[in-house]
């Protein structure tokens, strides 16, 4: 398949790209603000909006009592996400809207509320509500196979422990942000910076009790979403919808970062409690781990996203006997969303630690132990979930990337450099990836797509995904273009539209390529079916006797310009429209009974990360990494390896840098660039080595033999984290596993730092 830059990149570049916040405004658009919640759990006795409506420029105010239907935004149907609340269940959360015709008077109308709440005790921590019984916000999972509880009992070596794994902010480029144009009837136009602009639709013609037909989605791109657009844009789109019906104008609703950050959902973070049962080679015999979440204060999708943590807690290593549970804690805090990876990369880590406390009861590199515990090709193949791992490439990969990268020299030199016990510290790790691919919930494993060929041979393209900057409109216009062996400027990507292709999916669980892909692939079939049919009958040949090839149509001995072709075609009354579908085979999942095949293949990659550390201060750097990762037969190799650095960067950031923190109010208080610390490009690694499994392909049957890249290379990360704790392990000559928590931001590296050299003392 022929490669392309990403369609948008010089847009990106120039400022040409257009985001929601960027287009023609309609005459007389408006402006909503939302009003939030000051305390963090209790209710509302009293609420004296008379100030905001009296404020400049003020056209009205939306509470409660305005939404024509349902007052009730969550993507389970729980009945637990209000659009305007009235019991307040986290600091931040949505009471009213204001509209006024420009956003500062709307933004400044919003603090004049007066209201009076009655308080009650709130809790945001995940320990503290499991003790004080909070409860689940959603069923919890359990996955089991074998007899863990008999097996740890039995076992010759045995370590319990916990970790806590922090979550994360989004930090998109782009904030939430919907434009609502009324139309007639019922009809509303909502251009939303959405991931799932069919889950806005319905979400909008509940609040304004109207059908879905009556609500048209539009989406062109978006300024970054790694999952807080999936659901979470839901909300944005609703008020701005409810505000144009009953004011009549266009209203937009864009809120500040700060606004943003605190009414939003983040990464789960989770507090995993591991008891591993092995012998004197390190190999496991039982795993029985908890994985307790903090949801906050709805279910929103952490049913889904701590199912995801149990399925990648092995990550590419068998469990004989396994007994794995969740435990989706309900909290005084906005409700936790989807964030890339779904729970899977916490469940990883989770599984890393166990490697890493193995390797260090036993004195051994962790990544002999890795190798000892493997997947098999043949046996010791089934995952906790009772899948098996028919496509396992882990111990390949791995040998490859400790080849290539000199792993096991650059060990040696080290653990020399660190025995000089001098104050600056070296740590290396390599670990590895197995990601499943699929949504968990089988119904959103299909995509549409709509294909038109115009009569001057020019090709319209529009399918169900999102485009937020990772490429997904260029793969499957790459698709298009390779179906039909045309330019790819000959394509056309138009916006993402409900009313082209309806019952979208959305674009998460790295399926974006792999469903769209497939759709836009059944279009073009369906078109050429009629093509090829059409040439054999007007020119008298079979249909060995077509082919397509570069620009061109051959019939027999005659060639014609596939815009020639397409005129003939169109005059003969060809139809040159076909609508894709497709859905994901052999997939299925009984969740009442933790069994089945929730995931169509897996993904696979490895990392080595290098690291130094100061002993004095706990900072660090991240000298090199080195990363081999499967992307099967890459679409488009460029995007794909972009994705892949991106992925490791903003994972190395939530596993080092970005740090939640609540106060005792239950104010979040990392709400802004000045207080929360993404990645900066100084952060990234010194050395940043990225190479594709070029040798790999799917053994299923997906679009063109890739595989998914979206999510997995996040995880790749956990080599930084694996290899930090290597250099604070040399603090105390490697003796004990150092039990290093996530985020390990410099004062965290500096606190076990601390607590090893006490234990060295002791």
């Known amino acids: 398949m022929k490669k392309s830059n990403h369609d948008s990149a010089h847009k990106h570049v120039t400022g040409e790209a257009i985001y929601i916040d960027d287009m023609v405004e309609p005459t007389g658009l408006v402006h909503a603000y939302l009003g939030l919640s000051e305390i963090a759990h209790g209710k509302i006795i009293e609420m004296d909006l008379s100030a905001v409506e009296s404020a400049t420029g003020v ?95 039995q076992a010759p070596k045995r370590i319990q422990g916990s970790m806590r794994i922090g979550g994360q902010d989004h930090f998109y480029l782009e904030s939430h942000i919907a434009m609502a144009i009324p139309g007639e009837d019922d009809d509303v136009l909502v251009y939303s910076s959405t991931q799932h602009p069919s889950e806005v639709q319905h979400m909008v013609s509940h609040a304004l009790n109207v059908p879905s037909n009556a609500v048209n989605v539009k989406i062109r791109r978006m300024g970054g979403g790694f999952g807080g657009k999936e659901t979470q844009s839901n909300l944005f789109a609703a008020v701005a919808a409810i505000a144009a019906k009953k004011f009549n104008k266009a209203v937009k609703i864009r809120p500040d970062r700060d606004d943003d950050m605190v009414a ?133 990969l791995v040998d490859q990337l ?42 959103y494993n299909q995509a549409g797509a709509l294909v038109h060929i115009y009569t001057d041979g020019s090709i319209h393209l529009n399918h ?100 020639e072709f397409i005129h003939q075609a169109y005059m003969a009354r060809v139809q040159l429209s076909a609508a894709g579908f497709y859905k994901t085979p052999d997939i299925h999942w009984d969740r009442a009974s933790g069994k089945g095949r929730p995931f169509y293949y897996y993904a696979y990659g490895a990392s080595v990360s290098e690291v130094s550390i100061d002993t004095l201060t706990g900072e660090y750097q991240v000298d090199r990494t080195d990363i081999l990762h499967d992307v099967g037969n890459s679409l ?27 106060d005792k109010e239950g104010r979040l208080r990392t709400h802004a660039p000045s207080t929360y610390k993404i990645p ?26 890739s595989k998914a890249v979206g999510e997995p290379p996040f995880m790749l990360a956990i080599s930084v984290l694996e290899a930090l704790s290597l250099a604070i392990a040399s603090e105390n000559d490697y003796k004990n596993c150092p039990r290093l928590d996530a985020p390990a931001t410099p004062e965290r590296v500096l606190m076990t730092l601390e607590r090893l050299r006490g234990e060295r003392n002791a």
């Open 59 to 153: 056209i009205g105010v939306l509470t409660k009592d305005s939404v024509p239907g349902s007052n009730d935004i969550s993507p389970t149907g729980k009945n637990d996400d209000p659009i305007f609340a009235q019991d307040i269940n986290f600091y931040g959360q949505p009471i009213f809207a204001v509209v006024a015709k420009t956003r500062a008077q709307a933004r400044y109308a919003a603090t004049l509320a007066k209201i009076e709440y009655e308080q009650l005790p709130h809790l945001t921590d995940v320990l503290e509500a499991r003790k004080q019984s909070y409860p689940h916000v959603t069923e919890p999972l359990t996955l089991k196979r074998g007899d863990a509880p008999t097996t740890l009992e």
């Open 264 to 396: 939003t959902g983040k990464r789960h973070d989770f507090v995993i409690d591991y008891d591993v049962g092995f012998d004197e080679d390190g190999k496991i015999e039982a795993v029985h781990a908890n994985y307790a979440a903090r949801c906050g204060n709805s279910a929103d999708l952490s049913g889904p996203v701590t199912d995801r943590a149990l399925f990648h807690a092995d990550n590419c290593y068998y469990f004989p006997n396994v007994l794995l549970q969740s435990e989706p804690l309900k909290t005084n805090t906005v409700s936790n969303t989807a964030f890339r990876g779904f729970g899977g990369p916490q469940g990883m880590v989770g599984g890393e630690r166990i490697i890493e406390e193995i390797a260090y009861a036993l004195g051994r590199d962790p990544l002999e132990i890795r190798k000892a515990n493997f997947y098999g090709t043949i046996d010791r193949n089934i995952t906790p979930y009772h899948q098996t791992v028919d496509d396992n490439i882990i111990a390949k």
């Open 402 to 443: 400790e080849q290539s990268s000199n792993y096991q020299n650059r060990r040696d030199a080290v653990l020399e450099f660190n025995n000089k016990k001098g104050i600056i510290r070296k740590g290396i790790a390599l670990t590895p990836v197995k990601f499943g691919i699929s949504f968990t919930a089988t119904w």
């Open 464 to 563: 169900g995904g999102t485009e937020m900057g990772q490429g997904l409109n260029t793969k499957v216009a790459q698709v298009l273009a390779d179906e039909f062996q045309v330019d790819l400027d000959q394509i056309k990507i138009t916006a993402t539209d409900t009313e082209k292709v309806p019952n979208t999916s959305a674009t998460a669980a790295s399926s974006g390529s792999d469903l769209n892909g497939m759709a836009a692939a059944n279009a073009a079939e369906q078109i050429k079916e009629r093509l090829v049919t059409f040439a054999c009958k007007e020119h008298k040949v079979e249909k060995d006797d077509v082919s397509f090839a570069l620009n061109t149509v051959n019939i027999g001995d005659k060639s014609f310009t596939f815009k």
């Open 636 to 662: 488009n190799s460029e995007i794909d390896k972009g994705q892949i650095e991106g992925g490791f960067v903003q994972g190395q950031g939530w596993l080092t840098t970005e740090e939640l923190w609540w």
């Open 680 to 705: 900066l490009a100084s952060d990234r690694p010194r050395i940043f080595n990225v190479e594709l499994a070029d040798w790999s392909e799917n053994r299923e049957m997906t679009i063109k033999k």
